[in-house]
């Protein structure tokens, strides 16, 4: 399985990473690379983690390197990062399973469309620390839970709903990457 994370959508959403803003904005990203390592350490079938971050080159950032159990990605000024975390979904093409971690819903539902899966920041936290449920000491976890006691739709209706969702990404004409 492949993870790639919305770097600083995450950070926002769970608020112990947000707390370390506090500090500073790379406090905040070692935060959340250490999560990436604990989920490394406890996940065999998790090969490899993306943090994906919008950048800038004037600042210094690498563009790619890798730091604590996950390769960091800072985007270009002419890229942005929801624009990369679909790259990085059509550059692994189907051949294994890729998952986003983003409370950002066009990144989820591109996602989706893309043939990955989408989870909200709060499942990726519960897999980092043992014994955290999803959604706990969160915002947004009236919202989660909500999301969860709405009826899910069944097999076919979520397959129509992908496919009206690519058919409407088509027509916008999103180029591959």
């Not at 769970?14 to 490394?40: G, H, N, W």
């Not at 996950?70 to 890729?98: K, Y």
């Not at 996602?111 to 000491?137: D, E, I, N, T």
Request: proline content about 6%.
């Amino acid at each position: 399985m492949v993870l790639i994370i919305d770097g600083y959508n995450v950070i926002h959403a769970l608020p112990p990473l947000a707390r370390a803003l506090d500090v500073s904005l790379e406090e905040s990203r070692r935060a959340l690379l250490a999560m990436c390592e604990a989920i490394r350490r406890r996940r065999r079938d998790v090969r490899e983690i993306f943090a994906v971050f919008d950048g800038d080159e004037r600042y210094g950032h690498p563009s790619e390197g890798a730091r604590a159990g996950a390769r960091v990605v800072f985007t270009s000024r002419r890229e942005d990062a929801d624009e990369r975390i679909l790259s990085l979904i059509r550059r692994a093409g189907g051949r294994e399973p890729v998952v986003v971690v983003s409370n950002d819903t066009y990144v989820s539902n591109n996602a989706r469309a893309h043939g990955a899966q989408a989870w909200p920041a709060s499942r990726f936290a519960a897999l980092a620390v043992p014994g955290r449920k999803p959604g706990a000491s969160s915002r947004r976890a009236a919202a989660d839970r909500q999301d969860q006691e709405k009826p899910a739709p069944d097999t076919a209706q979520a397959g129509r709903i992908t496919e009206e969702y690519r058919r409407a990404l088509e027509r916008r004409r999103i180029p591959p990457a």
